[in-house]
């Protein structure tokens, strides 16, 4: 039963771990399973072998998991976008709240923190705001369009298999954003592909046509189309702007970004105006936000409302407080709290989050809020007044440990502890918890059909 790449074997899916692979114990080795789901029985091949753990794929499914249901998307298990939806939608919530519970007892050694049932998405398809896919000037092909000799394979305009930067999968249709969003880069697509301007191979790295970037806002049901492009050539992008402008309605802004760098990342150098608007409008419950094509904005409006309506009740204001937030942003949760607290005050790294932030109070018509640019590490120890709230919503990695020790010293009275990654939601609650205790924790579920779960956590500090 030795576990060595390249060996099979039959087994029977126990659990499923945090990355949303399936879970399986041989010979005491821990080995994760792709596309596996407790109950599922199946042949699998070991493609990876560490010293603690190895990687498998299923070769042969032998019986089904009663989890499992029909997906309703063809690309379900071949593309990166959403790989549970073969997972029945209330055992994803379940398991998203055991990915937060272990964690905090596995990495924090806190067995006894309250963590609610996950809160559901209002929607569970056509839910993300935005949406970017790639193109390529070699297509990767689905099992059933080998040997096609129909399907041109020197351009494609989609998502991207998993684990792969250059193997892009041509989409007709994503069941994730708004069902317009499917016309609106088919039209696109169709108008690439017929321009004479070649896709970008992202092997070459030569090419003209690279992203396309959709926004959606759910308040106005308008759209910002943003094409990102290796050069500027408005002969050939004017004529798509219009006939997007013409087609649809709905399309209130065209842009185009345009970057020489070689990195796969769909944001340019700098910004071309094509048509319509140069920003999108949306909200979040009474509040209005602009939207430019590069601006952060969480993907999911509606479970934003829930995320911040969380934190606003974890915060416990009553108009009397003072309120710090690290990593503001773009001043989302801010404006969110501001009708509620004495004074708001901001830290971000970001000029360009700064500067939309303080638009959107300007918008809003907030003036408690102020807002700092800078990095925390530098800006914490400068800020003499000890916030009765402090409002942490870090990125993927988390704290610096220099924040974490800084944090400490300020001791404010309450942490509301905004988090998008379990695994370092609980690293810095371990930091944390000698001087806080975890009073509770709600995750909200903002990606259905993905394993990613935001959670809130209400930390209080000890007294004595």
């Known amino acids: 039963m030795t576990v060595k790449k390249g060996r099979e074997f039959e087994v029977s899916v126990a659990d499923i771990a945090f990355g949303g692979r399936g879970l399986v114990k041989i010979d005491g080795m821990a080995v994760f399973v792709d596309q596996a789901v407790p109950g599922d029985r199946a042949l699998i091949r070991i493609v990876k072998k560490k010293k603690t753990f190895a990687e498998a794929r299923v070769i042969e499914p032998l019986e089904p998991s009663p989890l499992r249901v029909p997906p309703r998307c063809r690309y379900s298990g071949y593309c990166g976008g959403c790989k549970w939806q073969f997972l029945d939608y209330r055992r994803q919530l379940e398991f998203k709240r055991q990915h937060v519970v272990e ?141 997007l402008r013409e087609t649809f309605p709905s399309v209130s802004s065209v842009v185009n970004n345009v970057t020489t760098r070689k990195a796969g990342v769909a944001a340019g150098e ?90 959107n109070c300007e918008r809003n018509g907030i003036e408690n809020c102020h807002f700092l640019l800078g990095d925390i590490r530098q800006l914490l120890p400068a800020h003499a007044a000890r916030p009765d709230v402090m409002i942490i919503d870090p990125p993927r990695s988390g704290m610096h440990k220099d ?16 988090s998008c990654n379990p695994a370092t939601l609980a690293r810095d609650i371990a930091l944390l918890k000698d001087a806080y205790q975890v009073a509770e924790v709600q995750p909200v579920d903002m990606f259905p059909h993905t394993f990613h779960i935001e959670a809130v956590a209400r930390l209080d500090r000890i007294r004595g």
């Open 270 to 359: 700098y910004e071309v105006h094509l048509a319509g608007d140069r920003t999108l409008q949306d909200r979040i419950g009474k509040y209005e936000f602009e939207i430019s094509a590069n601006s952060f904005f969480q993907t999911n409006t509606r479970g934003a409302h829930t995320l911040y309506e969380t934190a606003r009740q974890y915060a416990g204001l009553t108009g009397t407080e003072t309120v710090l937030d690290l990593y503001c942003g773009t001043g989302t949760i801010a404006i969110c709290l501001a009708a509620r607290a004495r004074s708001v005050v901001g830290m971000e790294i970001v000029e360009s989050a700064i500067a939309d932030a303080r638009k």
């Open 403 to 418: 924040v974490v020790k800084k944090v400490l010293d300020i001791g404010s009275p309450r942490i509301v502890y905004v």
């Open 103 to 243: 964690s905090l007892a596995h990495l924090a050694l806190l067995r006894d923190v309250p963590v609610h049932p996950t809160l559901p998405s209002e929607k569970v398809f056509g839910y993300r705001n935005k949406m970017e896919f790639s193109c390529t000037d070699r297509r990767w092909l689905m099992p059933e369009e080998l040997g096609n000799p129909e399907i041109k394979m020197d351009f494609a305009l989609g998502l991207h298999v998993p684990g792969t930067f250059n193997k892009v999968l041509d989409i007709d249709t994503c069941y994730l954003h708004p069902e317009e969003g499917n016309a609106i880069r088919n039209a696109v697509k169709a108008y690439m592909r017929n321009s004479g301007q070649p896709a970008y191979g992202l092997r070459s790295h030569k090419g003209f046509w690279r992203f396309l970037m959709l926004r959606h806002s759910v308040d106005r049901n308008t759209w910002m189309v943003n094409v990102v492009t290796a050069a500027e050539n408005r002969h050939v992008l004017n004529p798509l702007a219009a006939m």
